[in-house]
């Protein structure tokens, strides 16, 4: 079935860092993959998405990876800030070319914890 | 522009009852998704709903149910509450076609006693 996973549970970082949270999935059929990063008690929050037709998408201070004959992506943040400090989940879907998949299917997360 | 808004953000239950959930999406989003988010856990899709049906489920019971109104808002309905059903809910939003963002609300928090 689908599935995505995560490499590392947990990723501990000084501030001012550079952060790169991995991301494994094992749907070929995918073709849009989300980041979402959740403080504590809060809901998902979106940070940056990247369609398969891409390998590399950049936003402020985040940037995403997508290498499809491994089927791994990565999500990386410049210069990690304490307020970056939360779990981290990517998220992969299937549009059907646009199509009427809203199915996201989540791995576990990783906890992102940037120390001052 | 308020984003997906969800209610109550608390609540608790006792085994056995029924709860409704509730959501507005985000202003101009037609599509809504829930989904239960247990701890330490990533979210897992129950289902979808456009133009007030029920168009994608998850792999979870009929127990579960919902409804879409007319101004696109949503709500979610637990029946028979079990232990188990303790989790946060999210509603998602998104505008349907193409590769719109999904954005998602803060939750509702269910313990079920």
């Known amino acids: 079935g689908e599935s995505v996973g995560l490499h590392l549970p947990t990723l501990s970082v000084q501030e001012g860092d550079n952060s790169i949270i991995n991301c494994a999935y094992s749907n070929s059929a995918s073709d849009y993959f989300i980041w979402y990063k959740q403080e504590s008690g809060k809901g998902p929050q979106f940070i940056i998405d990247i369609r398969s037709n891409m390998d590399k998408r950049q936003g402020q201070r985040v940037t995403v990876l997508l290498n499809k004959t491994v089927k791994h992506l990565s999500l990386q943040i410049a210069a990690t800030q304490p307020g970056d400090s939360a779990v981290y989940f990517c998220a992969e879907n299937n549009r059907r070319g646009g199509g009427s998949n809203y199915k996201l299917t989540f791995g576990k997360g990783t906890l992102l914890t940037v120390n001052p | 522009d308020a984003g997906v808004t969800q209610s109550p953000t608390h609540l608790i239950k006792t085994r056995g009852q029924q709860v409704t959930l509730r959501c507005s999406p985000k202003?101009?989003?037609?599509?809504v998704s829930w989904y239960q988010q247990a701890l330490g856990q990533g979210p897992q899709f129950i289902f979808q709903?456009?133009?007030?049906?029920?168009?994608q489920r998850g792999n979870f019971p009929d127990r579960f149910s919902g409804h879409q109104f007319p101004n696109y808002s949503s709500e979610l309905n637990v029946n028979a509450l079990l232990l188990g059903d303790s989790a946060l809910y999210l509603c998602?939003?998104?505008?349907?076609?193409?590769?719109?963002?999904?954005?998602f609300g803060e939750g509702s928090w269910l313990t079920v006693v």
């Open positions: 709903y456009y133009e007030e049906e029920e168009r």
């Open positions: 202003s101009g989003h037609d599509t």
């Open positions: 998602a939003s998104s505008l349907r076609g193409g590769w719109n963002t999904i954005y």
